[in-house]
C-alpha cells in the first residue's frame, strides 16, 4: 500500500471552509484514495474517495493532484460536529485476494472546529 | 439494517483471563476485519478475512486468534489477556466487487484488563 502523510492537527473556524491535505507520493496507478473521519471514539465513518478526477458528494469535496501525489479533503462550511480525526489511506478498489485486502490506517488529522 | 454490530461494548478482565469478541454484519460483505485503537493513535489491523474460510495477520497479530464462522461473523480471540492489550477494539467489513469499496464499522468493544 502507498503510505500516507498528514497534518496531526488542524483548526477551523466554523462556517468557514476546512482544507485537509494528504501526501501519497509513493501511489500506484490502480490505486484510490479514501478518506474517514471518527468522531470522538466512535467507529470510523467513509466520507468519500477518488481516483484521479475531482469528487464531491453530500458531506466534502475531493481534490487530487494531476500527478496524484497529494490531495485535500474540502469541507465547505465546517461545523462543530465535523470535529473528528481524519484519515486519509489510499487502496486498490474492487475484487481483492489475499494481501490486497489489507487495509492500514495512519494517525490522521485531529480537526477542531471552533467558533 | 443493523450494519457491523459488536459485543460486548465493554469488558474488563483480569491479566491471564480469556475472553471473545464477536462481529457480525448482515450486508453480505465478503471481508471483515479487526482493528485495535490505543489513546490517541490510530487504527492498527490485527487480523483480516478476505473471505469465508480464510484470514490473514495483519499488523499487530501476537495475542489474538481469529475464526470467521461464517459469511456473518468475524470473532476475535484473547487466549491470555495482558494489561497491553487494553484498547478499543473496532470489527470492520467491506465488500469485493463493488465500485466503492468502503469499511463499514462497528461501534467499538472497549477492552480493560487489569
Known amino acids: 500500500d502507498a503510505k500516507t502523510t498528514q497534518p496531526p492537527s488542524m483548526d477551523c473556524a466554523e462556517g468557514r471552509a476546512a482544507n485537509l491535505p494528504c501526501n501519497h507520493s509513493?501511489?500506484?496507478?490502480?490505486?484510490?484514495v479514501y478518506w474517514y473521519r471518527q468522531i470522538h471514539s466512535q467507529g470510523p465513518q467513509y466520507i468519500i474517495h477518488g481516483l484521479k478526477n475531482n469528487e464531491t458528494n453530500e458531506m466534502a469535496s475531493l481534490i487530487i493532484t494531476e500527478d496524484r501525489k497529494s490531495s485535500t479533503l474540502i469541507l465547505p462550511h465546517a461545523t462543530l460536529r465535523d470535529t473528528a480525526v481524519y484519515y486519509c489511506?489510499?487502496?486498490?478498489?474492487?475484487?481483492?485476494?489475499?494481501?490486497?485486502?489489507?487495509?492500514?490506517f495512519g494517525t490522521g488529522t485531529q480537526l477542531k472546529v471552533e467558533l | 439494517n443493523a450494519g457491523v454490530t459488536q459485543t460486548p461494548k465493554f469488558q474488563v478482565l483480569k491479566t491471564g483471563q480469556s475472553m471473545t469478541l464477536q462481529c457480525a454484519q448482515d450486508?453480505?460483505?465478503?471481508?471483515m476485519y479487526w482493528y485495535r485503537q490505543d489513546p490517541g493513535m490510530g487504527l492498527r489491523l490485527i487480523y483480516y478475512?478476505?473471505?469465508?474460510?480464510?484470514?490473514d495477520k495483519g499488523e499487530v497479530p501476537n495475542g489474538y486468534n481469529v475464526s470467521r464462522l461464517n459469511k456473518r461473523e468475524f470473532s476475535l480471540r484473547l487466549e491470555s489477556a495482558a494489561p497491553s492489550q487494553t484498547s478499543v477494539y473496532f470489527c470492520?467489513?467491506?465488500?469485493?466487487?463493488?465500485?466503492?469499496?468502503?469499511?463499514?464499522f462497528g461501534e467499538g468493544s472497549r477492552l480493560t484488563v487489569l
Open positions: 450486508m453480505n460483505h465478503n471481508s
Open positions: 470492520a467489513s467491506r465488500t469485493q466487487g463493488a465500485s466503492t469499496g468502503e469499511l463499514f
Open positions: 509513493t501511489i500506484s496507478g490502480n490505486e484510490y
Open positions: 478475512s478476505a473471505s469465508e474460510g480464510t484470514t
Open positions: 489511506i489510499v487502496r486498490v478498489a474492487g475484487v481483492l485476494t489475499g494481501g490486497g485486502n489489507k487495509l492500514t
